[in-house]
């Protein structure tokens, strides 16, 4: 077998269109065109959007809101979930390994949500006001990284 006499099988390819030959092509006439209009015509294009010169929808509605890019690289955790862990001192590699924030994850910080009842040291881990007291109230504490 040769590069150069490799052929698809019989019947596996349709000849291609060819708009504009004849009656008998199915495409003969207007080619699929339609009739008038600047998309019948060569080089009529507009760009995707374009309204025919009236305002597009895109421009009349207001601009809304805000998607921050960083958005998947931050994590929220609960307090109760910190709570369940089986360690005493907890950093983002426990986090990812307990499966509480993806692998993805560069920072994540700890919500006041549910209870701690036993000292947990939190290590390169932000954490809000009201969790930071309830960690510290139940005698753990929290380094920087």
Known sequence: MKLNTIKPAVGSTHSSKRPGRGIGSGLGKTGGRGHKG????????????????????????????????????????????IQALPVDTVDMLVLKQSGLVSQMTRSAKVMLAGEIDRPIKLVGIAATKGARAAIEAAGGSLAEA
């Open 38 to 81: 600047q998309k019948s015509r060569a080089g009529g294009f507009h760009k995707v959007g374009f309204e025919g010169g009236q305002m597009p929808l895109a421009r009349r509605l207001p601009k809304r809101g805000f998607i921050s890019l960083d958005r998947a690289f931050k994590a929220e955790v609960r307090l109760s979930d």
